[in-house]
């Protein structure tokens, strides 16, 4: 606990999974934490005293819209409880002018980033009006997905994996365990930041700030592919 307004991360990622990473009261993934007792009274910070909720609940409860019973119920049986995923959607740029970095390389105008045995697992395309969707499959070690991206709006699938998930607006990141990101997806002016650990087949692909590192050797760091059909092809021969 603290006698300062500074909530502990390892706080808030409790308070998050308690409430299965959404606003407790209407499922929104962008998230705020409420004192049920006013800070100013307690002059602390504690689990039992702090609850997740989206901005405009957070603002109701503070002004004491919402009664102390309804935030307690909705606390033992937040909205995300039996949901077995988390979902936003996000708005990019027009595709003609987007630029997406992916593990320290730029894609420019190339539709199919990444494929493996002939599994597009990162793609953007323009539709008819030139606005760029971005698609993506993330897999874990043994081919599980956990989460993905369809037509510009993520979906990350609860499993007990999943050490933690956190969202506001323009940046998502996934974690497997402290420290260990499996994916961050940043939007900045409609441009795309992605980093992750992707895997396919038991094919290991990680995105890095400063380099992408295919399998276990093969580095590619710092280039830009423009006007490209394709980005990265593996074949892993399975």
């Not at 993934?29 to 609850?51: A, G, M, T």
């Not at 901005?55 to 909705?74: M, Q, T, V, Y």
């Not at 494929?115 to 697992?121: A, E, G, H, K, R």
């Not at 956190?166 to 994916?183: A, V």
């Amino acid at each position: 606990m603290s006698n300062e307004r500074y909530i502990p991360l390892p706080l808030k990622r409790k308070v998050r999974k308690a409430a299965y990473f959404r606003c407790i009261i209407c499922g929104n993934p962008i998230i705020e934490y409420h004192h049920i007792v006013p800070f100013h009274r307690v002059k602390e910070h504690s689990s039992d005293n702090l609850v997740a909720l989206c901005p405009e609940h957070h603002h109701r409860a503070d002004c004491g819209e919402i009664p102390l019973g309804s935030i307690n119920k909705f606390r033992e049986n937040p909205f995300n409880r039996d949901k077995n995923h988390i979902s936003k959607d996000f708005f990019l740029s027009n595709y003609s002018a987007l630029r997406t970095r992916v593990g320290s390389n730029v894609y420019i105008r190339t539709p199919k980033i990444l494929i493996v045995d002939n599994q597009s697992l990162i793609t953007i395309t323009p539709d008819n009006d030139d606005n760029a969707l971005l698609n993506a499959k993330f897999y874990d070690s043994k081919d599980m997905l956990v989460a993905e991206i369809k037509d510009n709006e993520w979906f990350a699938y609860q499993t007990p994996k999943l050490w933690d998930i956190s969202y506001s607006p323009g940046h998502l990141k996934i974690n497997r365990s402290k420290g260990d990101i499996l994916m961050e997806f940043k939007l900045s002016d409609g441009n795309i930041d992605l980093r992750a650990e992707m895997y396919y087949h038991g094919y290991g692909i990680s995105l890095l700030p400063d380099r992408t590192v295919l399998g276990q050797s093969s580095i590619i760091s710092n280039s830009v592919m423009q006007d490209c059909g394709a980005g990265i092809c593996i074949s892993t021969g399975k």
